[in-house]
Each structure stands twice: as C-alpha cells, then as structure tokens.
T-cell receptor, first 114, second 113 residues
Framework: DTGVSQDPRHKITKRGQNVTFRCDPI?????LYWYRQTLGQGPEFLTY????????KSRLLSDRFSAERPKGSFSTLEIQRTEQGDSAMYLC????????????FGQGTRLTVV | QQQVKQSPQSLIVQKGGISIINCAYE??????FPWYQQFPGKGPALLIA?????SEKKEGRFTISFNKSAKQFSLHIMDSQPGDSATYFC????????????FGKGTRLHILP
C-alpha cells in the first residue's frame, strides 16, 4: 500500500456543475477524514468516518456537500451546484482510531470553479 | 471560534538558526498535539507529536515544548536548513473521545541559504 490516494488531482468546473472526488485510504485504516484547505490557511475539518459510519459533519458543510464511505473502504465527496467559493484543495486523510494514531494525508484534489 | 491559534504567520530564519513557532489552544479536553509539515503541492505530513503529560519531546532537530497551565505549545527547529522551508501546522485532538484533528492556520517558514 502506497498511502492515501486521491482522484482527480485537479478539477476545473463551471459554476453550477456537480463534482465528485474519490479517496482511497490506507487499507487497514478504519478512520477516514475530509478536510478543505484554502490558500494560506490550515486544513478545515469537513467530515469523518469510522468504517462506513459518518461520525461527524462540520457546520461548514452545506447541504450541497455529501460524503459516503460504502463498505468502509474508499470514500467519495460530492459537491452539487458548485459555487466559486468552493474553490479549494480538498484533502483526505486516514488513520486507525484510538490514541497516538497518526493521520496520513493524500496529496489532495484542487478544485477550481470558474 | 478558532480552537488552535498559531503564530507567526510567516517566519524567515538564517541557515543554522533556530526556528520557533507557537500555538495556543482553548479546549482543555485536547490530549494530543501534533505538528504537521506541508510542502507545496503535497498533503500535510506528521512531523512530531506530544501528549500533555510531558513538557518536552525531541526528535532529531525538532523539539516540542508544552506548557499545560498556559495552554501553549511550540515547535523548535534547531540548526534550520533550507530543506526545512515549508508550511507548518500545529494541531490538537481529543483522542480519548476519538475525535477529529483541529489545525491552526499555519506558519510559512523560509530558511535563507
């Protein structure tokens, strides 16, 4: 296993279109996180899963955002009716649950809404 | 409400010098404090982490100092090298509640050759 993989790496879309991103975590990890990072800012928490259960969803996540992790493996993050303010880097991370666990990040998907 | 406050926003240090980045937190329930390093075009990567039961942790040239009463912790990079030029994020988590990681806004560090 080579780490957390995200696809695509870059996405340019027109305002109003829907986009979907995929994250493949490290295979043994039961915890999967989605973060959003804008230029010059730290990663902002969006949502996280333990296995297939979505444990928490940030208030930052409007109804246009939805995430799934079927069967507790890969995850998808969908943004409907994209807006220019959605332009950001979307980061996925995975870890084991519990104490002293390191979260491993993927390289992110850079979304540009034009 | 920003739960983890980081300073400075940017830092320039001469090669061989000491780089110091500071963080303050509000939630006393946090029990895990990692520092992440991020290079352009890459995701953040764990650098070093500390729990509040120790006041200092050292790994190579990187040291975390932790002050539980002040709710502050800092990263010291000794003998800073140009390869250390990156963005550094402090973070905090409540692992006893299996909670998410909260990040600071980051410090862009530049080491002059």
């Amino acid at each position: 296993d080579t780490g957390v993989s995200q696809d695509p790496r870059h996405k340019i879309t027109k305002r109003g279109q829907n986009v979907t991103f995929r994250c493949d975590p490290i295979s043994e990890h039961n915890r999967l996180y989605w973060y959003r990072q804008t230029l010059g800012q730290g990663p902002e928490f969006l949502t996280y899963f333990q296995n297939e259960a979505q444990l928490e969803k940030s208030r930052l996540l409007s109804d246009r955002f939805s995430a799934e992790r079927p069967k507790g493996s890969f995850s998808t993050l969908e943004i409907q009716r994209t807006e220019q303010g959605d332009s950001a880097m979307y980061l996925c991370a995975s870890s084991f649950s519990g104490v002293d666990t390191e979260a491993f990040f993927g390289q992110g998907t850079r979304l540009t809404v034009v | 409400q920003q739960q983890v406050k980081q300073s400075p926003q940017s830092l320039i240090v001469q090669k061989g010098g000491i780089s110091i980045i500071n963080c303050a937190y509000e939630n006393t329930a946090f029990d895990y404090f990692p520092w992440y390093q991020q290079f352009p075009g890459k995701g953040p990567a764990l650098l070093i982490a500390i729990r509040p039961d120790v006041s200092e942790k050292k790994e190579g040239r990187f040291t975390i100092s932790f002050n539980k009463s002040a709710k502050q912790f800092s990263l010291h990079i000794m003998d800073s090298q140009p390869g250390d030029s990156a963005t550094y994020f402090c973070a905090a988590s409540r692992t006893n509640r299996d909670d998410k990681i909260i990040f600071g806004k980051g410090t862009r560090l530049h080491i002059l050759p």
